[in-house]
Nanobody
Framework: VQLQASGGGLVQAGGSLRLSCAAS????????MGWFRQAPGKAREFIGR?????YYADSVKGRFTISRDNAKSTVYLQMNSLRPEDTATYYC?????????????????????WGQGTLVTVSS
């Protein structure tokens, strides 16, 4: 599975961005897609996962929304009300069969394939 993330950039606090992640190499409808982010000097952080159920981290719940278009093999991360602490490199990731244990959906180790990352910078 190849993943190509895009849509990052510089935005002011309170603004919005939409990230995209295009997948290829496998039937997209059978892929669980995750979004993570990593700020400099920090561990990779779970943002959300989209498959039969969508999960979000508490830190983004109500501000970020994950959607997917299986026909376009693309997953989106709509980010609203952005804060300076949202500044990070954002990664999409794919969990393919056999899927990781559902209770482990937040763990980066449960995703076999990763996009290259796209940088989001939120200015105050």
């Amino acid at each position: 599975v190849q993943l190509q993330a895009s849509g990052g950039g510089l935005v002011q606090a309170g603004g919005s961005l939409r990230l995209s992640c295009a997948a290829s190499g496998r039937s997209f409808s059978g892929i669980a897609m995750g979004w993570f982010r990593q700020a400099p000097g920090k561990a990779r952080e779970f943002i959300g996962r989209s498959f039969r159920t969508t999960y979000y981290a508490d830190s983004v719940k109500g501000r970020f929304t994950i959607s997917r278009d299986n026909a376009k093999s693309t997953v989106y991360l709509q980010m609203n009300s952005l804060r300076p602490e949202d500044t990070a490199t954002y990664y999409c990731a794919a969990d393919v069969p056999p899927y990781s244990i559902l209770s482990n959906y937040w763990n980066p180790d449960g995703y076999e394939y990763w996009g290259q990352g796209t940088l989001v910078t939120v200015s105050s």
